[in-house]
């Protein structure tokens, strides 16, 4: 089982709609990352989160860590929000090692 | 400010022949990440430096990788007798990392590998 679950991994939507993408882990981590790989291959961070809330723009990315769960929802989703979206996490044990999931790729049509 | 850049963009080698791939990290950056990309998988993360600290290799997948970075600056990951399955995509990303604590990190356009 990998360290590090993303669901789904692959998501159709229409133009407007929330969208939702999970991510779960197995490891004690001190830092979440979420990271958006365009269709070109090039990397944003988008958030690094170890605990609650954050939001930019339409993008909110929350975290339970007793839960070892994060999700990052779009709001008003649209075509240009295609791309692959990764979780990662930064363990806990004093390595600075990220540890990826598989990524989500979606896809907004218009 | 420039953001990380890296060189080349693409390399196209032979088996067996070593490679070297270069990073510029964002300057003031303490902290520098190499990942690899193969074709369909995920990233994997393959070395980190800290300053002057040792660097965390444990991500380094054999002894024909390795990795220098000059203080703060300029890293260069190599890759010696490439083989088919060295073929991915090879990231840099670095970060401020003030006090030793989580930072975002910034990636760069990275140096896509393929050997033949």
């Known amino acids: 089982k990998n360290e590090v679950e993303q669901s789904p991994q692959n998501l159709t939507a229409q133009e407007g709609e929330f969208i939702t993408i999970n991510c779960s882990y197995s490891?004690?981590?001190?830092?979440l990352h979420w990271l958006q790989q365009h269709p070109g291959g090039g990397i944003v961070s988008l958030f690094m989160l170890s605990s609650g809330k954050k939001k930019h723009g339409r993008l909110i990315a929350t975290i339970n860590i007793q839960e070892k769960h994060s999700s990052l929802h779009i709001t008003a989703s649209h075509p240009r929000d295609s791309a692959v979206y990764i979780c990662a996490v930064r363990l806990d044990r004093g390595s600075e090692k990220l540890v990826f999931g598989k990524g989500t790729k979606l896809t907004v049509n218009p | 400010g420039a953001g990380v850049s890296q060189s080349p963009s693409n390399k196209v080698t032979e088996k067996g022949k070593d490679v070297e791939l270069r990073c510029d990290p964002i300057s003031g950056h303490t902290a520098l990440y190499w990942y690899r990309q193969r074709l369909g998988q995920g990233l994997e993360f393959l070395i980190y430096?800290?300053?002057?600290?040792?660097?965390?290799k444990s991500g380094l997948p054999s002894d024909r990788f390795s990795a220098e970075r000059t203080g703060e600056s300029v890293s260069t990951l190599t890759i010696q007798r490439t083989q088919q399955e060295d073929s991915a995509v090879y990231l840099c990303a670095s970060s401020l990392q003030l006090a030793g604590l989580p930072d975002t990190q910034y990636f760069g356009p990275g140096t896509r590998l393929t050997v033949l």
């Open positions: 490891v004690g981590i001190s830092a």
């Open positions: 430096f800290q300053g002057n600290s040792a660097p965390d």
